[in-house]
Each structure stands twice: as C-alpha cells, then as structure tokens.
C-alpha cells in the first residue's frame, strides 16, 4: 500500500523556520516526482514546491521562492521542506502528494499524505 | 483569487445527479491541458478522482465522471450519497506566472 507520512509541522514565530519530512513506502520512491501542496484554513488547495524523481529538478510557486527548499534522499525514501523567513501567510496544512506523469503539463496527484499543520503565529 | 474557478457550494438530495463546474482560461484547460479532480474529506488525505479530464482510478465508482471542453471541465456526480459529501477540487497546468500547477477553489457538497 502507497503511504506518505508527513512530520514537523508545529507552531512557529514569524520569520521563524520549520523542516517538514515526508516519508514514502510502499512503491519505489526513486521512480516519483513529489509535490507539496498546502491548504491555508478556510482556503483551496496551491501548489507550494516540486522535485523531480534524482531530486535534481525543483520547481517553486512564486509565494515561497527564495524562502522555502525542497529536497530529497531516495536511500532513506524521505522528503523535505526547508521553510524559512515564515510568514502569517504561510500558515496552513502542508501535503506531500505523489506526481504521476513526467511530463509537466499532464502532471497529477495520485496518492497523498494526512498533512502536517503549519501554524505561524506570534 | 484561483486561477481555476469553481462555484463555492453545490447541494443535492440523495440519489439525484450533481454537477461542479471548472472554469478556466487560454493559459490552462483552454490551451488543451488535462483536468484533474480531488476529493478532500475532513481529516483524511485528499484522494484522485478523476485524472487526465475523464479517466477512473481503480476503486473510485463510476459514479464519478469527468469532462472537458473548450476551457471548461466538469466533476458529475450520479445515484448521489451521503458520504460524497465533501470539497472537491479541479487541478490544471497552467503556463502564465500563476502555474504550473494550479487548482480551483474548491466546491462543498453538500448531501441533503
């Protein structure tokens, strides 16, 4: 069975940094693209970052460039969000989803994890 | 503001049909690119519906099936039960500066 588990989320300081972990099993990790995508309270879902199945392509939304790194190690099966400089905007549960398709344009999401709760908050 | 967009709340009554409108642009669903849907129940991970604008997953009914044309997609939804009651979600590419990956608001639907 496909799982992501993510891990880290937390309360946290404006301006402030947080790392959050995702953790596959149950397919072969190294083969994926992985996404994050959050969901900030009472709004839709964005796509937050991306990295290719080497981990040597990563894509960023314009809303987090430059703050936030993503990053993998297919030995251990884990992902992560390196979030600094943390804004209120910020705040909302952060998912890792499974990317089918290497092609962009026809990319999607086919499994998904429970989500971790970012909160950013004085 | 989303780049795709969806009405905020549809209803139905058990056992009727529903449809949740996407409406996109030139520079996603009208340029040719695929739709997906999602299922976002509460405190469970969101689950693939819908993928490549009107393609089942394995498991998910047929009772849920997705079209697409011009820059429109839709999300039907037939024999409707109480436990489809949920957010549901369109996805997209999309190649000005909003994308790539861009989803809609989303729609409650609500089971009455």
């Known amino acids: 069975e496909v799982q992501l588990v993510e891990s880290g989320g937390g309360l946290v300081q404006p301006g402030g940094s947080l790392r959050l972990s995702c953790a596959a099993s149950g397919f072969t990790f190294s083969k994926y693209a992985i996404h994050w995508v959050r969901q900030a309270p009472g709004k839709g879902l964005e796509y937050v970052s991306a990295?290719?199945?080497?981990?040597?392509?990563?894509y960023y939304a314009n809303s987090v460039k430059g703050r936030f790194t993503i990053s993998r190690d297919n030995s251990k099966n884990t992902l992560w969000l390196q979030m600094d400089s943390l804004r209120v905007e910020d705040m909302a549960v952060y998912y890792c989803?499974?990317?089918?398709?290497?092609?962009?344009?026809?990319?999607?999401?086919?499994?998904w994890g429970q989500g971790t709760l970012v909160t950013v908050s004085s | 503001q989303s780049v795709l967009t969806q009405p905020p709340s549809v209803s139905g009554a058990p056992g009727q049909r529903v449809t949740i409108s996407c409406t996109g642009s030139s520079s996603n669903i009208g340029a040719g690119y695929d739709v997906h849907w999602y299922q976002l129940l509460p405190g469970t991970a969101p689950k693939l519906l819908i993928y490549g604008n009107n393609n089942r997953p394995s498991g998910v009914p047929d009772r849920f099936s997705g079209s697409k044309s011009a820059t429109s997609a839709s999300l039907a939804i037939t024999g409707l039960q109480a436990e489809d009651e949920a957010d549901y979600y369109c996805q997209s590419y999309d190649s000005s500066l909003s994308g790539p990956w861009v989803f809609g608001g989303g729609t409650k639907l609500t089971v009455l």
């Open positions: 989803a499974r990317a089918r398709s290497v092609v962009l344009t026809a990319r999607y999401f086919d499994s």
């Open positions: 990295i290719n199945s080497k981990g040597d392509s990563t």
